[in-house]
């Protein structure tokens, strides 16, 4: 039976996230830790995932059972599709009722979480209240779907940070054993391998807000429309939000983005360019390349589009013929939607707005317009649940319904970013 398989299924997840935590909490090996948050976080998703089929699977029981208050259902019979099979006994009973454990998953908390956003009626499901006046949770088939559109349709940047989901405000180690190599003798002892004591980060619970105008959801008359049209909605505005965070956060409230880091800026690690440099594929090699160590060697680029149509794509010998293909493996699907990025140099290229790196042009003299990075050293450490507040705004004289969740982000290990500078 499919919710005897599913039930098994989660109560096997179940105990295996708590002997990965358990490992976890107990390990002091940095790479280790690192490795078993990331599988932790790939189990919580494959845990939610179970739960929203068993919620889907009570949910068709309940809408299959006889809907009639004086309809019975004879002993021994089976109830299949709605209808009465194999009765064996005339001794009728009631159905047995079942309470739902998961109240914000039902279709009547559903459909009462849909008034709500639209027209503030407070509605009581049943041991659950939807009101105005606190925030309410955004229903676990909804969130379920924001979950997987977040993952099918990713930014460019955050499809491929790491996400963990480790509680805020704990310290954990992301640094490396450092040994030191010694030559002994019968009286010398080699010294004890320590972790580097700086090497700790903590991610805290930082409140964010997607604000959804009324004029989006209030002629929306189905609940499946609705509830498309807001995951549509969270999707978007989070993943923009997430892209320009992991660039420009000022950790302030906020996540700390590359730019703002204290420890990528102390690396030194910075190139700068001219205009002539970032045109010629030699420059590339001499002034960025060469650099490179070879442990930090396979990262990938961040650029704005302007920058590679005005200066990569544009390498020319010295007869114009173009040679940014054949001398740099340059290719770009900007005319892609799905995926605009491209390979440099046989580095990824993700693409972003203006917005988040200046282009060449416009940037001014010091400014950075480019990003060699490590995207699994930075973590993104994220909380799925939305609640929303509905509040009338006296500005804009309209109803504004505000999605209320909790996220951080931070580099793990910076000494493998290099930040490329515009130069004079």
Not at 189 to 196: A, E, G, M, N, T
Not at 206 to 230: G, K, M, N, W, Y
Not at 263 to 288: C, P, Y
Not at 357 to 367: I, M, N, R, S
Request: hydrophobic share 40%.
């Amino acid at each position: 039976m499919r919710k005897k398989f599913l039930e098994d299924k989660l109560q096997r997840l179940l105990e295996k996230k708590q002997r990965m935590d358990g490992r976890c909490k107990a390990s002091t090996d940095p790479n280790e830790i690192r490795s078993l948050t990331e599988d932790v976080s790939d189990v919580n998703a494959e845990i939610e995932e179970t739960r929203a089929e068993l919620a889907l699977i009570d949910a068709e029981e309940r809408a299959a059972a006889p809907a009639a208050a004086n309809v019975q259902i004879p002993e021994g019979a089976q109830l299949v599709n709605g209808n009465v099979r194999a009765s064996f006994t005339q001794n009728a009973q009631a159905p047995e009722q079942r309470k739902d454990e998961r109240p914000f998953s039902s279709m009547e908390y559903r459909q009462a979480f849909m008034k709500l956003v639209q027209t503030g009626e407070e509605t009581r499901s049943g041991d659950v209240i939807v009101t105005k006046d606190t925030a309410a949770a955004i229903p676990f088939t909804v969130m379920n779907e924001v979950i997987n559109t977040v993952r099918k349709r990713y930014g460019n940047l955050y499809s491929k940070v790491r996400k963990l989901a480790v509680k805020g405000g704990i310290e954990f180690p992301v640094g490396a054993l450092k040994a030191t190599f010694k030559w002994i003798n019968e009286s010398t002892v080699s010294p004890r391998q320590k972790l580097d004591k700086l090497a700790r980060l903590s991610f805290w619970a930082h409140p964010v807000e997607i604000r959804i105008a009324q004029s989006f959801l209030s002629d929306i008359l189905t609940l499946e429309a609705f509830e498309a049209q807001i995951v549509e909605v969270i999707a978007i505005a989070y993943l923009q939000a997430m892209d320009e965070a992991i660039v420009n956060g000022s950790g302030d409230g906020q996540m700390t983005g590359i730019l703002n880091d204290p420890r990528v800026l102390a690396t030194g690690n910075v190139v700068e360019m001219t205009a002539s440099d970032i045109n010629d594929w030699t420059a590339w090699r001499k002034k960025f390349f060469a650099k490179l160590p070879l442990g930090y060697r396979a990262g990938e680029f961040i650029f704005p589009l302007s920058t590679v149509e005005s200066y990569l794509e544009t390498m020319a010998d010295n007869n114009n013929n173009p040679v940014f293909r054949q001398a740099t493996g340059l290719e770009v699907n900007d005319g892609d939607a799905m995926n605009p990025n491209g390979r440099f140099f046989g580095r990824e290229i993700s693409l972003v707005e203006p917005t988040i790196l200046p282009d060449f042009d416009t940037a001014e003299v010091g400014d950075v317009i480019g990003i060699f990075w490590q995207p699994r050293e930075y973590a993104i450490n994220e909380n799925f649940g939305f609640t929303v507040r509905r509040y009338f705004d006296e500005e804009t004289n309209e109803w504004v319904n505000k999605a209320l969740s909790v996220v951080d982000g931070k580099v793990l290990n910076p000494k493998g970013i290099y930040l490329i500078k515009k130069k004079a």
